[in-house]
Each structure stands twice: as structure tokens, then as C-alpha cells.
């Protein structure tokens, strides 16, 4: 195993012509948004079709990372998602395994996934509540987690006037009256995801 280079930007990375000879990139989760995340899905699919990927990040990004967030990282053949905190020794394994069309993920990150996936799949709005779209869905889940309008907005790609109309339809459609109610009631239904 060698390593071909290394960059301390995303764009320099993609405009390192290096890359293209090397069976697996390692980039570090924080240091891309979801609006990069499209850029380099788009660039890794167009230059290099069966690159693979290992993003390595702490318990916080694992935590950040939702359900709608997994078909963007599988468009770019990403086969890893590793803890920084852990041993070279275990990052070099699964370099190798990812290099061979394994797939190497935390077990903590799979659990929270599925829980959250399944969360989602089962919720079944209270008598009179209405029901809530999938994006009022997550805005009521990034409310819960504490995140004000304008994170929200940032996080989702909207703006912060969008956001707030989607927690006042949230709220209606609840019949909730205060934000704190709503994060009650997001906690209570299973919009946050636990650190079991």
C-alpha cells in the first residue's frame, strides 16, 4: 500500500491529477457539506467511475448523517465509513477491504441508521395531528436536536424564511403552540436519534 498524495482541501484533491491513479480515497466526513457532497459525487463519477471511498469521521458526523444523506454517498461507490478516534492499524485493514469491494462501516453508525430509518418508516401521526411530510419530517427532527431556523436552513439547503414556515406547519398540523412542545412531542415520537 503507498500513498499517492494528499491535499488539505477538497478542491485541491479533485485537481489532483495523482487521484486518479489510486484505488481508494480517504476523505474526512466534516470536511465536506451536503452542497460539496454533490460536486464531488458529480466529479468522482464523471473522472473515475469505479473509485472507491473511506470517509473518516468522529462520533459527531456519524451522528449528522441522515437517511437521505446515504443514496449521495453510495452514488460515488463510497464502501466505508470509519471512526478517526480508531487505530491506524484498523484504518490500513480497511483501506485494503474497501480497495477489495468490501464495506467497511461503524457498527454504531449502521444501528443509528436503521433506527432512524426505521423511526421514520413507522411514525404514524397521533389522532388529529395530521401528517407530516418527509422534509417537515426532518426539520422537526433538527429542531428537536436544539438547531435554530437559520442552522436548519444551512443544513438543508433552505432558506431560513422556508424553515420557519415549515415549523409553524409542523406546529399547526400538531396542534403544538411553543417550540419546547415541539421538541417535546419530537423526542416522545422518535425524531432524535439516541446515543444508545
Known sequence: MSLLGSASTLEQMLDDDSIRDADVIVLEAQSINRAQMAVVSHRLR???PGMRVLFLGSDSDSRSISPEDIPVYMTINTIGFLKMEGAVERMLQAIRLIASGSFVCETDLIKRILTRLTQWAS???DE????LSER???VLGLVAMGRSNKEIAQE???SEGTVKVHVN???TKLGL???TELVRFAITKGFVPTDD
Do not use: D, K
Open 177 to 179: 403552540e411553543r417550540r
Open 46 to 48: 464523471e473522472w473515475l
Open 136 to 138: 417537515e419530517a426532518e
Open 156 to 158: 438543508l439547503f433552505l
Open 123 to 125: 411514525y404514524s401521526p
Open 128 to 131: 388529529g395531528a395530521g401528517h
Open 169 to 171: 406547519h409542523i406546529m
